[in-house]
């Protein structure tokens, strides 16, 4: 038998993938006048998803898409979509976005609903504020972000969706943010920047396999939604840009982050759930969230953050196998008087820190509120946070735990962590202020208001998992 060597491989692979590709040039289904047929799209190509078993296709330019980079392709992706909506009941629908660059303002989806990239294919946001429609604030923010008021209509958007996947072959999603960095730091804009993709109030949602980069804000917001997958993603963007997060779940139950390569100019993942009493009222929290297998470069925030928006509460979090690198810090919990509810049953694992300003992070004086009317007496109550099998190098400082005066964060729990420090380390590794907890087995030595259990006594995890999306 011949053995095949690596380049011999390849090519094979590549003569194999583009058989594929045309194969699903040749299924395409006829709409407004397009050649049709009901497909099986499993017998064009195969990917992994909620439901791959899209009943028809179609490709952008059945519908007039023109992949120059220049010309706008924003009605040819709504024509697209809102042709395909018909067939929701009938098999699904999935819309195929081929080799090209492809301008565009922003569209909504549709249920049981695929949108595929090419690995070729990017998606280019429209530098053209006209074609990005102005909608009200989350009612769980009060506001936008950015601006009193409404907000700009994120890219990719979908709401009250059942079964939509946004996934391709690491095609790519460019979000051009530069123009929008520039007109947010010289105040220029009178609404809140989009998001690259933000899917709300939805059901079985998945987002994977695809570049995302240079997000005008926030790159993906999953938001009151509920099993929601989001994984293999790489998402870039300068580390200087202004509120680039990366993935932000927002008051969402059974989400799953996973596999994801993210450098951001904010937090590589922050978990949300509104802000004060916006969110207080609106009352839904985060919960159910499994991250593992990230991996994070940022120089200014968190690898993980929990709030500063989580008025709605934040509880079961279990993050594992979490890369940092050049971070500002490992885990932040952001919180602050007016905001309440809670942020409690967080369990971290299996951290890999390399060059960071410090690794743990508490901070109830997290001040930033959307007015004036916030309850001062809504106390944030912070409890039962672990930590365990940590690992860093070329550390600034070990810990920064400051909680509420009078309302000290409890049950903190740090095991097995050994921390490297930086040739100048801060006099002070570990600054404890209003917090109650234990530790064991880690280096250097804590606070004395994390009292040392001993090298036995690890901080838990739970084997139990959660009834999240299987794909």
Same mark, same amino acid.
């Given at each position: 038998?011949? /053995?095949?060597?690596?380049?011999?491989?390849?090519?094979?692979?590549?003569? *194999?993938?583009?058989?594929? *590709?045309?194969? =699903?040039?040749?299924?395409?289904?006829?709409?407004?006048?397009?050649?049709?047929?009901?497909?099986?799209?499993?017998?064009?190509?195969?990917? #992994?998803?909620?439901?791959? +078993?899209?009943?028809? #296709?179609?490709? *952008?330019?059945?519908?007039?898409?023109?992949?120059?980079?220049?010309?706008?392709?924003?009605?040819?992706?709504?024509?697209?979509? &809102?042709?395909?909506?018909?067939?929701?009941?009938?098999?699904? +629908?999935?819309?195929?976005?081929?080799?090209?660059?492809? *301008?565009?303002?922003?569209?909504? @989806?549709?249920?049981?609903?695929?949108?595929?990239?090419?690995? !070729?294919?990017?998606?280019?946001?429209?530098?053209?504020?006209?074609?990005?429609?102005?909608?009200?604030?989350?009612?769980?923010?009060?506001?936008?972000?950015?601006?009193?008021?409404?907000?700009?209509? +994120? @890219?990719?958007?979908?709401?009250?969706?059942?079964?939509?996947?946004?996934?391709?072959?690491?095609?790519?999603?460019?979000?051009?943010?530069?123009?929008?960095?520039?007109?947010?730091?010289?105040?220029?804009?009178?609404?809140?920047?989009?998001?690259? =993709?933000?899917? $709300?109030?939805?059901?079985?949602?998945?987002?994977?396999? @695809?570049?995302? $980069?240079?997000? %005008?804000?926030?790159?993906?917001?999953?938001?009151?939604?509920?099993?929601?997958?989001?994984?293999?993603?790489?998402?870039?963007? %300068?580390?200087?840009?202004?509120?680039?997060?990366?993935?932000?779940?927002?008051?969402?139950?059974?989400?799953?982050?996973?596999?994801?390569?993210?450098?951001?100019?904010?937090?590589?993942?922050?978990?949300?759930?509104?802000?004060?009493?916006?969110?207080?009222?609106?009352? /839904?929290?985060?919960?159910?969230?499994? =991250?593992?297998?990230?991996?994070?470069?940022? %120089?200014?925030?968190?690898?993980?953050?929990?709030?500063?928006? /989580?008025?709605?509460?934040?509880? &079961?979090?279990?993050?594992?196998?979490?890369?940092?690198?050049?971070?500002?810090?490992?885990?932040?919990?952001?919180?602050?008087?007016?905001?309440?509810?809670?942020?409690?049953?967080?369990?971290?694992?299996?951290?890999?820190?390399?060059?960071?300003?410090?690794?743990?992070? /508490?901070?109830?004086?997290?001040?930033?509120?959307?007015?004036?009317?916030?309850?001062?007496?809504?106390?944030?109550?912070?409890?039962?946070?672990?930590?365990?099998?940590?690992?860093?190098?070329?550390?600034?400082?070990?810990?920064? @735990?400051?909680?509420? %005066?009078?309302?000290?964060?409890?049950?903190?729990?740090?095991?097995?962590?050994?921390?490297?420090?930086?040739?100048?380390?801060?006099?002070?590794?570990?600054?404890?202020?209003?917090?109650?907890?234990?530790?064991?087995?880690?280096?250097?030595?804590?606070?004395?208001?994390?009292? !040392?259990?001993?090298?036995?006594?690890?901080?838990?995890?739970? &084997?139990?998992?959660?009834?999240?999306?299987?794909?």
């Amino acid at each position: 038998m011949e /053995m095949w060597t690596t380049p011999r491989r390849n090519q094979v692979l590549q003569v *194999l993938d583009t058989i594929v *590709l045309l194969g =699903i040039v040749l299924v395409l289904i006829k709409i407004n006048g397009v050649e049709s047929r009901k497909v099986r799209v499993l017998d064009a190509f195969d990917y #992994s998803a909620i439901d791959c +078993s899209r009943k028809y #296709s179609a490709s *952008l330019t059945d519908f007039g898409g023109v992949g120059d980079g220049v010309t706008s392709n924003t009605k040819a992706f709504q024509a697209a979509v &809102d042709n395909l909506s018909q067939y929701a009941s009938d098999g699904g +629908s999935l819309l195929f976005v081929p080799p090209g660059k492809w *301008l565009t303002g922003s569209f909504n @989806l549709t249920s049981h609903f695929t949108l595929y990239l090419h690995k !070729d294919a990017s998606l280019l946001g429209s530098q053209d504020e006209s074609e990005w429609a102005i909608i009200d604030p989350l009612p769980s923010y009060g506001r936008g972000r950015d601006a009193d008021g409404g907000r700009y209509i +994120s @890219l990719i958007f979908g709401t009250n969706l059942t079964d939509v996947v946004i996934t391709g072959d690491n095609g790519t999603i460019d979000g051009q943010g530069v123009t929008w960095w520039d007109k947010f730091h010289k105040g220029k804009l009178k609404y809140t920047r989009p998001y690259l =993709i933000e899917i $709300m109030y939805s059901n079985e949602v998945q987002i994977s396999n @695809l570049t995302l $980069m240079n997000s %005008p804000s926030w790159n993906v917001h999953p938001v009151y939604s509920s099993n929601v997958v989001v994984q293999r993603l790489t998402i870039l963007a %300068p580390v200087t840009s202004p509120n680039t997060d990366g993935i932000n779940p927002d008051s969402c139950t059974n989400t799953r982050i996973e596999d994801c390569y993210i450098v951001s100019g904010d937090d590589c993942v922050a978990v949300k759930s509104g802000w004060d009493e916006y969110g207080i009222k609106f009352g /839904m929290p985060t919960k159910q969230l499994v =991250i593992r297998r990230l991996t994070c470069i940022s %120089p200014f925030s968190a690898v993980i953050a929990l709030g500063s928006e /989580m008025s709605g509460g934040i509880e &079961d979090v279990r993050a594992e196998d979490i890369t940092g690198i050049n971070s500002e810090s490992a885990v932040r919990i952001k919180t602050a008087v007016g905001r309440g509810n809670y942020v409690k049953d967080i369990y971290v694992r299996g951290m890999t820190m390399k060059t960071m300003k410090m690794v743990f992070w /508490m901070a109830g004086n997290y001040g930033s509120h959307p007015d004036n009317n916030y309850d001062p007496n809504a106390i944030p109550v912070i409890q039962n946070i672990n930590f365990r099998d940590v690992v860093a190098e070329n550390v600034t400082m070990a810990a920064r @735990l400051e909680g509420i %005066p009078g309302h000290p964060f409890t049950g903190i729990c740090i095991s097995n962590a050994t921390i490297g420090l930086t040739k100048k380390p801060k006099k002070i590794q570990w600054n404890c202020t209003e917090i109650a907890g234990v530790s064991s087995n880690v280096t250097p030595q804590p606070c004395n208001l994390l009292t !040392d259990q001993g090298p036995e006594n690890a901080c838990k995890f739970p &084997d139990d998992s959660f009834p999240s999306v299987e794909i």
